[in-house]
Every structure is written in structure tokens, then in C-alpha cells.
């Protein structure tokens, strides 16, 4: 069965610092991996996704497929950061299912 | 371009009855998912639509029930509703095949007592 895991519940780090939220999964065939964001009150939308290798807002995630590792990452750390955090999973079957795992908060503080 | 709507914002409703979410899929998109959020958790996949038939299913009873309509419009029914059932309701869409991104909506607040 596939799993996510994201094993931290709350990430605080300071303004300007680096920012490494974790994310490993579990699954027997060759997935596609995403990050997805909700900031305050808006709606979960997608942050980026392994296969276009992209750096959005400054943020990039590496597929290791030895360690089964997806971690976010940023260099330097803005407030406008603080969101929540869900790592997700696609297979490709009949339905474009995502499988999410329980999310990170970020908290940037000064 | 209108993005995924959902409806009602939040309900309220008592163990036992019966409940129906309704969601829009954003313009030119054809494939409905819907997810449930509970507290403090991932969204977990409900079930997905297509062209009007159910795509793929996730680990929910069959009270757990779906419609899509021919404007690709989705309703989620749920029947029997126990308390466990109280979580945030998302929809997204997209368009068809895998390698297009779901857009989600703002979900619906279902609270059972």
C-alpha cells in the first residue's frame, strides 16, 4: 500500500533561515510526487511537483528514490512561508488518486 | 476563468441522516475528486468521476455515494451519518489523464452530532 509521511507536525524557523520539511513515502512502483500548500485561509493548491524539476517561490524538492525521500526545500526562509505543508502521492492506475500525508505547518517567525 | 465552488460552505447535521455536497469543477475540466479532510490529517481520497462514471474509489463504505453530471457538475451523498463522518469535504478537478493538476476547492464543513 502507498503511505506518506511527513513526521513533523510543526516547523518553526526564523526569517532568513533554511527550510527543510520532510517527507518519505512508501510504494512499490514509480511515483509522482507533489508538494501542496494552504496558506491562511485559501484553498490547498499545488506547490510543485517532481517532474518538472521546478523552483517555485523559491522552493525545490528532489525525488530520492534510494531513501524514498521528497524533501521541500528552502535557502532562506520569508513569513510569508507560514502555511501548511502536505506531501502527496500519485500512482498511475484508472484514477489520478492522491494519497496526502498529515501535513507540516510552517511558522516563520522574526 | 471560474475556479472550483463548493456548496454549502458548512452544515450541521445529526447522526443517522442523510447529507448531499454539491461541487463545480472549474472551467474545461471534465474529472471530479472528492477527499475528506478530518482534523488534523491529509486529505484522504474519497472517490473520483469521469465523464459522468465513478474512476477509482478510496477505503470508504458504500454509504460513501457520487453523481457527476453531464456539465461535469458533482454531488457527494453520504447516508447513515456517524460522528467519525464530521471532517472538512474537499472537491477538486481536473482534466482527464494523470498528468493533469487537481484544482481544489474551498471545501464544505460537515459537523455531525
Known amino acids: 500500500a502507498q503511505r506518506v509521511t511527513q513526521p513533523e507536525k510543526l516547523l518553526s524557523v526564523f526569517k532568513g533561515a533554511p527550510v527543510e520539511l520532510k517527507c518519505n513515502y512508501s510504494?512499490?512502483?514509480?511515483?509522482?510526487l507533489f508538494w501542496y500548500v494552504q496558506y491562511s485561509r485559501q484553498r490547498l493548491q499545488l506547490l510543485l511537483r517532481?517532474?518538472s524539476r521546478e523552483s517555485i517561490k523559491g522552493f525545490t524538492a528532489d525525488l530520492n528514490k534510494g531513501e524514498t525521500s521528497f524533501h521541500l526545500k528552502k535557502p532562506f526562509a520569508q513569513e510569508e512561508d507560514s502555511a501548511m505543508y502536505y506531501c502527496a502521492l500519485r500512482f498511475t492506475g484508472t484514477a489520478s488518486k492522491l494519497t496526502f500525508g498529515t501535513g507540516t505547518r510552517l511558522q516563520v517567525t522574526l | 476563468e471560474t475556479g472550483v465552488t463548493q456548496s454549502p460552505t458548512h452544515l450541521i447535521k445529526t447522526r443517522g441522516q442523510q447529507v448531499t455536497l454539491r461541487c463545480s469543477s472549474q472551467?474545461?475540466?471534465?474529472?471530479v475528486s472528492w477527499y475528506q479532510q478530518a482534523l488534523g490529517q491529509g486529505p484522504q481520497f474519497i472517490f473520483q468521476?469521469?465523464?459522468?462514471?465513478?474512476?477509482g474509489r478510496g477505503n470508504f463504505p458504500p454509504r460513501f455515494s457520487g453523481l457527476q453530471f453531464p456539465n461535469y457538475s458533482s454531488e457527494l451523498n453520504v447516508n447513515a451519518l456517524e460522528l467519525d463522518d464530521s471532517a472538512l469535504y474537499l472537491c477538486?478537478?481536473?482534466?482527464?489523464?494523470?498528468?493533469?493538476?487537481?484544482?481544489f476547492g474551498p471545501g464544505t464543513r460537515l459537523t455531525v452530532t
Open positions: 468521476y469521469y465523464r459522468e462514471e465513478e474512476n
Open positions: 517532481h517532474i
Open positions: 510504494y512499490s512502483g514509480s511515483p509522482e
Open positions: 477538486a478537478s481536473s482534466q482527464s489523464g494523470s498528468s493533469y493538476e487537481q484544482y
Open positions: 472551467s474545461g475540466h471534465n474529472t
